[in-house]
């Protein structure tokens, strides 16, 4: 109703401003006219057309004005889904607009250049439930324009330009963001001690005091966000009154961030974040207690820009500290090489292979590295990182060239190199990562197969292996492969593996990643996989759908985007265990052969995933974009057998009515008196005249009945036939047998 009131109400705007001008605008008339008429069509049309005809003739600038305003209201008005949720972001408003339903309950309107609100914005939406004002240009606030709003349970008013705020009781609200806003001091105020449901509040300040927390120390808060993009003094242990689980803090971009900060938020909450960490001094001071005493378990930096010494220092604090995963990403190594000298990472070395009693952490993550200074002892780094007396180490996204076996039995338990640089011969006969059981060397510089599972081969609890993305390829030829028997679950996918892989694959390995290589066929000689259960050869170049005979255990099979036309001949005898298939998105091609395939997936109960859409005819022309659920053929062109069984019983049947037929007619004696006669025929054809004479024995055949057969012989015999021989007469019973031939 909304969009249709505000359409007719321009129009009728429209047409009294047509009245006006009309003397001076003799062409606004017929504009109008046909824009009254556009108002029936769809919106798009009407806008498209509108601006077509306006563009195309000789206007004013008023009437395009007109025709712009009527084309944004109505997309503004289209942004509005339904009933119970209206989206504006992005669209041009300088206010709130006053068309929404009574029965909103969520209302977007971010990245406006609304700069100031009103209780009668939000008053006739009493069932409203988010409200996301974010990216505008607000600068005041008072909580009373909402005060008609009490389902209200999520606030977003960050990134404005708030610097002032008064305050009043939301008490079902949870989630309350004035985060990136212009206060000097945190906006907390006393009534937000009333709101019991709170769970999330985004903060911003340009200074913390203590008393700041006051209101909220009794709130039990899942998260606490603050930005302190332009900090300017922190009272000591304010955070710590502070009760929340989840802590956020946002530092100044180009300013050297604060470890009194982050001692107080390590001594606050559970998770602690902080983004932005910049120093360039060369003295940190240190916590101003026992770092055992610390509540942060999980510790996590975001864009850090820091020199190795720095780092490493920070590194040393945490590492006494009870942080159980510790996540740096983006992280800058800057610093002048004069500072990088080898006493720096002697330090980190003996401090990573420490086994103090207090450290507790177990996971380390370090994600997109890049360093400034190149020039110090990489050997001494690697040992740093490779002697960790922990169970979970990332490094990712570094370049990193190598990594060095530990020089004692490693505690590792998961190790993940992935983006990097690392070769074939990373960890080579490494005997100490005994108790590895997860490596992730995805996308790195690694090229033969045979040498990464003889890597494997002394990693004694390895179970899962990533070399994704990598340059792989297998030579038959070469040395064979010698995998851990402990590998269950191997990722070769998007490699150069063609199909002499199956020929070095782990015989214990139960899941079996192959996607986005050059395979064509599952060659016939390879090992029998007893134990895997799943296998993805999904984006290679298999022509058919390969059979199970080699591993029948099989119970989840990916073959999507091949060029696979039908499914082998032993596909469906030998696959029978398979739970889950995906074969979609190839070019079937639709005759007998997929009339077993398509049975299949009628009697597979769900098997197939992604039918039908994803299977479709793509040959012969004639049938290409049928669905194969659609294509049907008889069972008679398909079973060859039955086709044979059909044409002999025909036929015999056939045989057996002609035979009776012809013994019933007498139709050989026929057959036989007609082939006599040509041949007489022919012979006389063939004969002169003069011939015929010389052997000519009857002049005349008489045929009579048994009743005239008296008369004959009496009476016209000897009457016909003369003394003198002149006229011979042929008489059955007197010249020839009866029943034989005359001639």
Not at 136 to 141: A, G, P
Not at 660 to 680: P, S
């Amino acid at each position: 109703m909304g969009s249709v009131t505000g359409s007719l109400l321009f129009v009728f705007s429209c047409i009294i401003f047509q009245l006006i001008c009309a003397a001076r605008l003799p062409g606004l008339e017929s504009a109008l006219r046909n824009i009254r008429q556009k108002t029936q069509l769809s919106t798009l049309q009407r806008d498209r057309i509108i601006l077509e005809e306006i563009m195309g003739s000789p206007t004013n600038i008023f009437l395009f004005a007109c025709i712009f305003t009527f084309t944004l209201w109505n997309n503004i008005q289209l942004s509005v889904e339904n009933e119970f949720t209206a989206h504006y972001s992005s669209s041009f408003l300088a206010c709130v607009p006053k068309s929404q339903s009574r029965h909103t309950t969520m209302l977007d309107l971010s990245q406006k250049n609304i700069s100031e609100l009103h209780i009668s914005d939000f008053s006739s939406l009493p069932e409203l439930q988010v409200l996301n004002l974010s990216h505008n240009l607000i600068r005041e606030l008072d909580f009373n324009v909402f005060k008609f709003n009490e389902k209200l349970e999520c606030l977003d008013l960050s990134h404005n330009n708030l610097w002032n705020m008064c305050c009043q009781t939301l008490a079902r609200l949870r989630h309350l963001d004035l985060s990136f806003n212009k206060f000097k001091t945190l906006p907390i105020c006393q009534e937000f001690g009333n709101m019991l449901n709170l769970e999330y509040l985004g903060l911003s300040a340009t200074m913390i005091r203590k008393s700041d927390f006051r209101g909220i120390t009794h709130l039990q808060l899942h998260t606490v966000f603050l930005t302190l993009e332009d900090l300017s003094h922190y009272e000591s242990k304010s955070l710590t009154v502070l009760n929340t689980k989840n802590l956020h803090i946002v530092f100044p971009i180009n300013k050297n961030f604060s470890f009194p900060l982050l001692y107080d938020g390590m001594n606050t909450s559970e998770k602690l974040e902080l983004s932005n960490i910049r120093y360039n001094s060369t003295d940190i001071p240190f916590p101003p207690f026992a770092p055992l005493k610390f509540k942060t378990l999980n510790l996590r930096f975001n864009n850090v820009d820091l020199s190795w010494s720095i780092f490493a220092r920070i590194f040393m604090i945490v590492w006494y500290t009870p942080v159980e995963y510790f996540t740096v990403k983006n992280l800058t190594f800057s610093g002048s090489i004069q500072s990088m000298t080898n006493t720096d990472f002697s330090h980190l070395y003996n401090w990573a292979q420490s086994n103090h009693s207090g450290n507790s952490m177990k996971a380390l993550i370090l994600e997109h590295i890049r360093t400034k200074v190149f020039y110090f002892s990489q050997d001494i780094l690697y040992k740093a990182f490779s002697d960790m007396n922990i169970e979970n180490l990332t490094i990712s996204d570094a370049y990193m060239p190598h990594m060095l076996c530990p020089s004692h039995i490693s505690l590792f338990q998961y190790l993940d190199f992935s983006y990097n640089a690392l070769t074939d011969e990373v960890f080579k006969n490494c005997d100490t990562l005994t108790h590895l059981k997860m490596l992730i060397l995805q996308r790195n510089q690694l090229e033969n197969l045979s040498k990464v599972s003889s890597m494997t081969s002394k990693m004694k609890s390895l179970k899962h292996l990533d070399i994704s993305r990598n340059l792989l390829y297998y030579d038959e030829n070469e040395n064979h492969c010698h995998w851990v028997e402990t590998l269950a679950k191997l990722n070769l996918s998007s490699n150069k593996l063609t199909d002499s892989v199956f020929g070095c694959l782990p015989i214990n390995a139960q899941i079996l990643d192959l996607q986005n290589n050059q395979i064509t066929t599952v060659t016939k000689d390879i090992t029998e996989l007893k134990a895997l259960k799943e296998l993805n050869i999904a984006f290679n170049r298999l022509t058919e759908l390969p059979g199970c005979s080699h591993y029948r255990g099989l119970e989840f099979l990916n073959i999507e985007e091949n060029s696979i036309l039908t499914p082998s001949s032993d596909f469906f005898h030998s696959c029978q265990n398979i739970r889950e298939l995906r074969g979609g998105h190839n070019p079937f091609q639709c005759s007998c052969e997929l009339r077993d395939f398509v049975n299949f997936e009628k009697k597979s109960d769900g098997r197939l995933v992604g039918w039908p859409e994803s299977y479709v005819c793509e040959y012969p022309d004639g049938l290409k974009g049928t669905q194969l659920k659609d294509f049907q053929l008889s069972e008679l062109s398909c079973n060859t057998t039955l086709l044979l069984v059909i044409a002999l019983v025909v036929t015999v049947v056939v045989v057996a009515v002609t035979s009776f037929l012809c013994i019933y007619f007498d139709v050989m004696w026929y057959l036989k008196m007609m082939w006599q006669w040509t041949q007489t025929k022919r012979r006389v054809r063939k004969s002169h005249p003069e011939d015929l004479q010389s052997i000519l024995q009857f002049h005349a055949f008489i045929s009579y009945s048994e009743r005239d057969s008296l008369w004959v012989k009496n009476h016209l015999i000897p009457n016909l036939e003369k003394e003198d021989g002149s006229v011979q007469i042929c008489l059955h019973e007197r010249n020839f047998i009866p029943g034989k031939s005359i001639v």
